[in-house]
């Protein structure tokens, strides 16, 4: 407890030196109303800062700023807007504990997770500070001769950037991190829920030289209406987005308007497909890994466990029994290892997932469903014998809990992992290469995990199929999503 009190002290006091207010132009200032918004530590329940909250006019503010300082970051030299980035990533390292605590109170993950997130979020800033002197054209003679092609890569124009709850620092640098390397100015706007780690995130690259207008970030209680309006704007170039397909379609329809260029990353349904030769006892660590990342807040979770009916008893004790040791309290307090959800909202959620699985016929493995607290906390919980069309196995649970369905066969399984109107993420567990090989090319998802629990990497491009997104983060094709290709002839007589 002791322990607890001393990280919460010191939690607090990373709170009060982070700005609270509207960054634009290159300034922290109010919103035009005076207006603010509550953030809530969901591990006790209580409010640990007010930040501003913006309305249509802060918002309209921030993009005028990012239309004016466009043309001069456009032109800015490569290497400059890249050791803009690198500078950030080396302030971030050097905060890591610091930033970690700010997370783990606003967010709720367990300290140690939250310790991986900064880095993992610092490492895009440097990726992308490296591929910023790596924007390339093209040179050719046309097939008739007589005039050559040429290609060359221009920044998009001002961008949207809309990060979600769940990662709050690394899904800001995963969108800023190419977007200024590419030379686009960005307006970023943060969840509600979660916004003192943009918050922060933004006043290190002020720190880091970025020019006044290129980056700015609003905060706002009703998101819906604000963003709406910057949408409307011809201004403004680009919308990235990541977050519940639900919100991705609706924000597609606005952006239509404009004929917006959009990088969409949504929901998530990620099958885990243990076959009979996988080695049971990776195949459980890596159901872990890929379960309980974030609390299972995460839309690459693994959400629907296809267990082949010879391993799926043992699976499931191995599962439960690993599930059941963890310990579940406050992000900050050093015995936690599974944190609270993001709000009641979530824990409601969830417990009625389980509870229509029960009503179904599923068993409860382990799990005591809402821990009760001043927090909002879900034991870990794992399901066997779950039926098929339970909304367990049909809708993003987000939240610690895992399903386990057993099958007969390959294509029984691949069919099970396909049946879902998402493409995100996929595992599978197999000592098999061949097998291996063949089910990853015959998921329907854009990232597939092959005998591992964790996919997500810097180095690699982020995004899914079908209705899980458009476009990809990250990797050597991140970058893209914020270059336009312009072609220009030139008559050249042979």
Same mark, same amino acid.
């Given at each position: 407890?002791?322990?607890?009190?001393?990280?919460?002290?010191?939690?607090?006091? *990373?709170?009060?030196?982070?700005?609270?207010?509207?960054?634009?132009?290159? #300034?922290?200032?109010?919103?035009?109303?005076?207006?603010?918004?509550?953030?809530?530590?969901? +591990?006790?329940?209580?409010?640990?800062?007010?930040?501003?909250?913006?309305?249509?006019?802060?918002?309209?503010?921030?993009?005028?700023?990012?239309?004016?300082?466009?043309?001069?970051?456009?032109?800015? =030299?490569?290497?400059?807007?890249?050791?803009?980035?690198?500078?950030?990533?080396?302030?971030?390292?050097?905060?890591?504990?610091?930033?970690?605590?700010?997370?783990?109170?606003?967010? +709720?993950?367990?300290?140690?997770?939250?310790?991986?997130?900064?880095?993992?979020?610092?490492?895009?800033?440097?990726?992308?500070?490296?591929?910023?002197?790596?924007?390339? +054209?093209?040179?050719?003679?046309?097939?008739?001769?007589?005039?050559? @092609?040429?290609?060359?890569?221009? =920044?998009?124009?001002?961008?949207?950037?809309?990060?979600?709850?769940?990662? =709050?620092?690394?899904?800001?640098?995963?969108?800023?991190?190419?977007?200024?390397?590419?030379?686009?100015?960005?307006?970023?706007?943060?969840?509600?829920?979660?916004?003192?780690?943009?918050?922060?995130?933004?006043?290190?690259?002020?720190?880091?030289?970025?020019?006044?207008?290129?980056?700015?970030?609003?905060?706002?209680?009703?998101?819906?209406?604000?963003?709406?309006?910057?949408?409307?704007?011809?201004?403004?170039?680009?919308?990235?987005?990541?977050?519940?397909?639900?919100?991705?379609?609706?924000?597609?329809?606005?952006?239509?308007?404009?004929?917006?260029?959009?990088?969409?990353?949504?929901?998530?349904?990620? =099958?885990?497909?243990?076959?009979?030769?996988?080695?049971?006892?990776?195949?459980?660590?890596?159901?872990?890994?890929?379960?309980?990342?974030?609390?299972?807040?995460?839309?690459?979770?693994?959400?629907?466990?296809?267990?082949?009916?010879?391993?799926?008893?043992?699976?499931?004790?191995?599962?439960?029994?690993?599930?059941?040791?963890?310990? @579940?309290?406050?992000?900050?307090?050093?015995?936690?290892?599974?944190?609270?959800?993001?709000?009641?909202?979530?824990?409601?959620?969830?417990?009625?997932?389980?509870?229509?699985?029960?009503?179904?016929?599923?068993?409860?493995?382990?799990?005591?469903?809402?821990?009760?607290?001043?927090?909002?906390?879900?034991?870990?919980?794992?399901?066997?014998?779950?039926?098929?069309?339970?909304?367990?196995?049909?809708? #993003?649970?987000?939240?610690?809990?895992?399903?386990?369905?057993?099958?007969?066969?390959?294509?029984?399984?691949?069919?099970?992992?396909?049946?879902?109107?998402?493409?995100?993420?996929?595992?599978?567990?197999?000592?098999?290469?061949?097998?291996?090989?063949?089910?990853?090319?015959?998921?329907?998802?854009?990232? *597939?995990?092959?005998?591992?629990?964790?996919?997500?990497?810097?180095?690699?491009?982020?995004?899914?199929?079908?209705?899980?997104?458009?476009?990809?983060?990250?990797?050597?094709?991140?970058?893209?999503?914020?270059?336009?290709?312009?072609?220009?002839?030139?008559?050249?007589?042979?």
């Amino acid at each position: 407890m002791a322990a607890l009190q001393e990280r919460l002290h010191a939690a607090r006091a *990373v709170v009060d030196r982070i700005p609270k207010g509207l960054y634009i132009d290159g #300034e922290w200032r109010p919103s035009r109303s005076g207006a603010t918004v509550s953030v809530e530590d969901p +591990g006790t329940g209580t409010v640990i800062a007010e930040v501003a909250d913006a309305g249509p006019a802060d918002a309209v503010d921030a993009l005028d700023a990012a239309v004016r300082a466009q043309a001069s970051w456009a032109a800015t =030299p490569p290497r400059e807007r890249g050791e803009v980035l690198r500078r950030a990533f080396e302030t971030i390292m050097a905060r890591k504990d610091d930033l970690a605590l700010l997370m783990t109170l606003e967010m +709720g993950k367990p300290f140690a997770e939250s310790q991986a997130e900064v880095a993992y979020a610092a490492e895009f800033l440097r990726w992308f500070s490296e591929e910023a002197v790596r924007i390339d +054209g093209g040179y050719m003679t046309a097939p008739g001769g007589g005039s050559r @092609v040429v290609t060359m890569r221009q =920044p998009v124009g001002p961008c949207l950037l809309v990060t979600p709850w769940n990662f =709050p620092m690394a899904m800001g640098t995963r969108k800023i991190g190419p977007a200024l390397a590419a030379g686009c100015t960005v307006v970023v706007k943060p969840a509600k829920q979660t916004p003192l780690s943009m918050l922060a995130l933004v006043d290190i690259l002020r720190e880091a030289g970025a020019p006044a207008g290129v980056v700015n970030v609003f905060t706002t209680n009703r998101s819906g209406e604000v963003t709406g309006h910057l949408l409307n704007d011809p201004r403004l170039r680009k919308l990235s987005f990541t977050g519940s397909t639900e919100v991705g379609r609706a924000l597609l329809a606005a952006s239509s308007r404009n004929v917006l260029r959009t990088s969409m990353e949504l929901g998530g349904n990620a =099958p885990f497909l243990v076959f009979a030769d996988a080695d049971l006892d990776a195949a459980v660590e890596g159901a872990f890994q890929a379960k309980m990342r974030n609390i299972g807040e995460a839309c690459t979770a693994a959400n629907r466990f296809y267990v082949h009916s010879s391993v799926a008893d043992e699976f499931g004790r191995r599962l439960a029994e690993r599930l059941a040791a963890l310990t @579940v309290g406050h992000g900050l307090d050093p015995d936690s290892q599974v944190g609270p959800l993001i709000d009641a909202n979530a824990v409601k959620n969830v417990t009625a997932l389980v509870a229509e699985a029960t009503a179904a016929g599923a068993t409860v493995l382990t799990g005591d469903g809402p821990a009760p607290s001043d927090g909002h906390f879900f034991t870990p919980t794992v399901l066997g014998g779950v039926p098929l069309g339970a909304r367990t196995l049909t809708e #993003e649970i987000f939240g610690p809990v895992a399903p386990i369905v057993a099958f007969d066969d390959e294509e029984t399984a691949v069919a099970l992992a396909n049946d879902s109107e998402y493409g995100l993420a996929g595992y599978l567990f197999t000592e098999s290469l061949s097998r291996g090989l063949r089910v990853s090319e015959r998921l329907e998802c854009g990232m *597939v995990g092959l005998n591992q629990g964790v996919i997500s990497n810097p180095a690699a491009p982020f995004g899914g199929v079908k209705q899980s997104g458009l476009g990809r983060e990250g990797g050597a094709v991140g970058i893209d999503e914020y270059l336009s290709i312009k072609y220009l002839a030139i008559k050249a007589d042979r």
